[in-house]
């Protein structure tokens, strides 16, 4: 297992303050926001320092219904090799939906949207994820997400969830201890439970972030201090196990470089006096999923090497904070069926320390009827949010909204930073407008195509920017439209009505 220690997640916007860090063992990157064969100076400059570097992907959804894109698992791979990484990491969720699995319109989601936990879906992820693996050239560790809104008729609880993910799988784990306390606000989940059920031998890392509550709902925003609720279920999974390695997570709103400092000094405290609090535990023994599994002695030997070591070093220095953490209503445990007959492969540890593949599934081999009932709940779902269409039976039609808007403000804020000189010409009225058009045109495949649409929006309607908006779309369009809505715009923008 990678040894990791204390790393900040490296963004443009603090690439100085980020290199100008004392005691940073390694930063982690957005996959999607780096080329492997121009890596940034400031990455640079990193590594040839000994900083480590992780590549973090956002796009692959994993827990959609249709399998890798390959080309996205080649870019993944080559941006891991080019940065010299010891893992990637990538999450557990579905970001797009729909397409020739579900005979409907393929839709994007722009952000990471939670799979539900069935066994349908678990089945999905699972034969994704060992496609991933066998395209990667580094081990894979998968983050648990953030969640406003709950599946109806869920079969397991989170952490069983992750649990059988692991042992089917032999994935690693990278826990974000936001993402816990924004479900436990969310939707009710107790964040110990969830630790209790984790297998530790298979923890990478773990991810410190913060956010805000609004009208009783508690949003992931990356973009404000950790709070101590957060800061109190780190010291939780501290308590339990000694992480390889800690990141603080911090994606807007970027405050000073002396800020940043204070809190990963805040984070290195909690994790020092957790550490201390910790008692020492016995050798881990086989759990009921293990025995089912046939997770074997190699597989425990590395969760006992994990379990005995501290590798984060910690320095001197304590906070702690404690109570309880107040759910909007009580979680209530999951049913757990038996599964049918599975045949245990070898379990072994690599060289690393990572678990490879612990079992081998047969009676329950994934089927394409199998994904076509996930894309069909995915699609629906997304649909709902993107497109405008009725909230399926069963959702929490509130909870739908709100992400809804969550997932209209990202479009926004992403465009606004890729596209500046929109805000710049339309002032105030950019986010309104923005918002506008997004209720109605769900994204297409990437943001500079989402910027595009949106104003040839505009110019279909009669804006005193229209000049200005005209002159952007010029200078970025690749080509003239031809035909139907965007044969219109072409007409007016040569100068017809």
């Known amino acids: 297992m990678t040894e990791l220690g204390i790393g900040i997640g490296w ?3 603090i690439a100085d303050a980020v290199e100008g860090l004392s005691g940073i063992d390694w930063v982690e990157v957005v996959a999607e926001n780096v080329c492997a064969g121009h890596l940034p100076d400031s990455l640079a ?28 698992l080649a870019a993944l791979a080559a941006k891991a090799e080019a940065l010299g990484a010891p893992l990637v990491t990538e999450h557990i969720a579905f970001v797009r939906a729909g397409g020739p699995l579900t005979a409907t319109p393929r839709l994007e989601a722009g952000h990471l949207l939670p799979v539900p936990r069935t066994r349908d879906a678990l089945g999905v992820l699972c034969e994704n994820v060992r496609i991933a693996q066998e395209s990667l050239p580094v081990p894979l560790a998968l983050e648990n997400i953030a969640a406003l809104f709950s599946w109806p008729d869920e079969e397991l609880t989170e952490g069983r969830f992750l649990a059988e993910l692991v042992e089917r799988t032999g994935v690693r784990l990278l826990i974000d201890v936001a993402n816990l306390h924004t479900n436990h606000v969310n939707r009710g989940e107790d964040p110990a439970r969830a630790l209790s059920e984790l297998p530790v031998e298979a923890l990478a890392y773990v991810h410190v972030a913060g956010g805000l509550e609004r009208d009783g709902v508690w949003h992931d925003t990356h973009a404000h201090p950790v709070p101590e609720p957060v800061l109190d279920i780190l010291a939780d999974l501290v308590g339990r196990v000694a992480p390889p390695g800690v990141l603080l997570e911090r994606d807007d709103h970027f405050p000073p470089a002396a800020e940043l400092a204070a809190e990963l000094s805040t984070i290195r405290a909690t994790l020092t006096a957790a550490t201390r609090r910790r008692p020492a535990r016995p050798a ?8 089912r599994h046939g997770v074997g002695a190699a597989a425990l030997r590395a969760g006992r090497a994990l379990a005995g070591h501290d ?17 909007t209503r009580p979680s209530a445990p999951a049913p757990e069926p038996e599964r049918p007959g599975t045949a245990a492969g070898p379990a072994t540890a690599r060289p690393d320390g990572a678990l490879a593949v612990l079992s081998r599934p ?7 009827t199998a994904r076509q009932r996930v894309g069909v709940g ?28 969550a997932l209209a403000a990202k479009r926004a804020s992403v465009v606004a930073r890729i596209a500046p000189e929109l805000p710049e010409i339309l002032g105030d009225g950019f986010r309104p407008a923005f918002l506008a058009y997004a209720r109605t ?31 952007w779309w010029r200078e970025r369009a690749e080509s003239q439209p031809a035909g139907g809505l965007l044969g219109r ?9």
Do not use: C, K, N, W
């Open 284 to 291: 881990p023994a086989a759990g009921p999923l293990a025995a």
């Open 45 to 72: 400059r990193l590594r040839a320092r000994g900083v480590t570097v992780v590549p973090h992907g956002v796009s692959l959804g994993l827990g959609g219904a249709d399998r890798p894109d390959p080309e996205r």
């Open 441 to 471: 045109r769900p994204m297409p495949g990437s943001y500079r195509r989402d910027a595009l649409d949106f104003v040839e929006a505009l110019l279909l309607e009669d804006r005193p920017e229209r000049r200005e908006l005209t002159r």
């Open 489 to 497: 715009l072409a007409r007016r923008l040569l100068g017809g009505r």
């Open 11 to 13: 963004r443009p916007e």
């Open 378 to 405: 995915q699609a629906a779902v997304l649909s709902a949010l993107v497109a405008g269409t009725p909230v399926p039976e069963g959702f929490d039609v509130r909870r739908m909204r709100v992400q809804s808007r």
């Open 311 to 327: 590798p984060l070093h910690i320095g001197a220095g304590a906070r702690v904070s404690g109570g309880p953490m107040p759910a």
């Open 362 to 368: 047969t009676a329950e081999a994934v089927t394409d």
